[in-house]
């Protein structure tokens, strides 16, 4: 054979081998794009059951698939960043932990003249309260934390309640889901949580640990509450030894808090307050109009009364939240909100 021959097997060789790899390259190209598109259709099957909840209202779960669970890096509200892309959950204000199967619940805080709106979505979880201190305030505290997370009765994964302390029997013994927890459990947290005690917190994966004290005290695990009344207080947390502290108006805050730290705290805020700003506003509108309109005098007082009261609140939620002053005004408009809107209903002018 002559050299030339000898070149042109050699030039088909080398062909060849380009040939394969370009096709091997496209094969898992390929299949690197079907496994992106499997993810990608996941993670949208999840956006949408989170979507129809809150339309609905309808509690549900849902379990991702292996590849679309481990692509998961971190939930950023409104963005849940992935390896290959992100979902924005936009307008539902949403309260996410990853897990392999969560639950998808809506929560409603209605005013009766507004309602706020949003998702609750977790693996199985333990709520842990560490009640350092026996009163009244602490109490309700810990009633206002449960309130704020979904009753987990009917579906699964469960959102679990219960006490914590030295000796962690009663929670690890008794496991309650929201509705009982506050019905049947809380009234009766003084017979079951020794407050003589130093009171720990269990260190299982899948627990939330809460202290609530009426005053400053050490933890080492979870956050602080403590409270300055039954509606608002300090939350407190230890990041890197540095003890930092956050004001609460509401249940909604510290719930926040607890599932996702300060991200989770003004992500809260920034979403709920804009709305609570918008609703008070176009309330007042309405007010005015109603009043202007009104054939009783009785009522053209009380709109004028609710409309006052809707102002105070409109100038509040443009605050800074993260301010006592602020904090508590806002609290005790709302409650006054909710309570003179009741009056306008039984009198007839709502």
Known sequence: MDAFGVFKIVLGLVISAFI?????????SYMDI???????????????????????GIPSNYSF?????????????????????????????FFFKSGRAVSISRMTEDTGWWR???????????????????????????????????DTENVEPNILFGFGCEDVSYFILEKWTRDKFIKDIIPYMKTMVDFEDNCIGSTGADETIIYISDEMTEFEKGILVVTSGPYWGHIYTNTSGVLRNYTYKDGMDIMAFSLGGPDFYIYKNDIYLKQLRAAAKLKMDETGLLGARATKHDCTALYSVFSGILQQIYDSSG?????????????ENLRRSIDFYKILEESGCA
């Open 20 to 28: 394969l790899i370009a096709v091997l390259n496209f094969a898992g």
């Open 116 to 150: 706020f709106d949003y998702i609750v979505s977790l693996p199985k979880t333990r709520i842990v309260f560490i009640p350092v201190k026996d009163s009244s305030d602490v109490e309700e505290t810990v009633k206002l934390i449960s309130s704020a997370l979904p």
């Open 65 to 93: 698939d292996n590849e679309a669970f481990s692509a998961m890096k971190i939930y950023n509200p409104p963005l849940l960043v992935t390896e290959f892309t992100n979902i924005d959950f936009g307008f539902v204000p």
């Open 34 to 56: 079907n496994a992106s598109k499997k993810q990608v259709s996941d993670l949208k099957a999840f956006e949408r059951s989170v979507g129809d909840a809150y339309v609905n």
């Open 319 to 331: 605050s800074e939240y993260n301010d006592d002053i602020n904090a508590i005004m806002l609290a």
